[in-house]
């Protein structure tokens, strides 16, 4: 079943700061987090893992609450190449990732 | 190294026609997945091959869809008898086995059925 992700989108101004938010009804081992710019493959942002293990880019963080199956993105004094659409993909312990519908991601100068 | 490659890169059928989308993975992922992403939406997953176990299916859409795979190398997407349903971008990703390792995702294929 597919994540909810929140908001659908957001505008802000360079060095404000965002969050992300994604949620599940299914018990999850793990969510991921990527980013899509427009006509671009997904790249890869963060994974959190049940039980606190994070892997990612040292720029970005993020929260895994196992009891609330809810992770949140956050975009902290956000730069002009932050803008795009997030993605959250959960992982109930099969290897299969299913993706929110995104949140688009529009920082100005 | 080298990415996850597709191609093509775009490809426009007619309703009915049969296609087929490649993947290369990157060179020593032994899983490899498959996404369609329809305009505006998130990724929808297909298929899922882990080294030489049997394909998770779970995700294709109907019979019209199947996927192969050669080892651990080179995937193949197979639509047949296309439908305007079926426009779409398809990406593939693929991974080192464990379920901590990134999905690189290649560049997609769009898909456009008149």
């Known amino acids: 079943q597919q994540p909810v992700q929140s908001p659908q989108a957001v505008i802000l101004r360079e060095g404000e700061d965002a969050v992300i938010n994604c949620s599940s009804s299914?018990?999850?081992?793990?969510v991921h987090w990527y980013r899509q710019k427009h006509g671009e493959a997904p790249i890869f942002l963060m994974i959190?893992?049940?039980?606190?293990e994070q892997k990612g880019h040292d720029k970005i963080s993020a929260s895994f609450n196992e009891k609330k199956q809810q992770s949140s993105l956050y975009l902290t004094a956000s730069q002009l190449s932050y803008s795009g659409t997030y993605f959250c993909?959960?992982?109930?312990?099969?290897?299969?990732?299913?993706f929110g519908a995104g949140t688009t991601v529009t920082v100005r100068a | 190294g080298a990415g996850v490659s597709q191609s093509p890169s775009n490809k426009v059928t007619e309703k009915g026609k049969d296609v087929e989308l490649r993947c290369d993975p990157i060179?020593?992922?032994?899983?490899l997945y498959w996404y369609r992403q329809r305009l505006g939406q998130g990724l929808e997953f297909l298929i899922y091959f882990q080294g030489n176990s049997a394909p998770d299916k779970s995700g294709l859409p109907s019979d019209r869809f199947s996927a192969e795979r050669t080892g651990e190398s080179v995937s193949t997407l197979t639509i047949q008898r296309t439908q305007q349903e079926d426009s779409a971008v398809y990406l593939c990703?693929?991974?080192?086995?464990?379920?901590?390792?990134?999905?690189?995702f290649g560049p997609g294929t769009r898909l456009t059925v008149l």
């Open positions: 299914k018990a999850l081992y793990s």
């Open positions: 990703a693929s991974s080192l086995p464990q379920r901590t390792d990134t999905q690189y």
């Open positions: 993909g959960t992982e109930k312990g099969d290897y299969k990732l299913s």
């Open positions: 959190l893992l049940k039980g606190g």
């Open positions: 060179s020593g992922h032994t899983a």
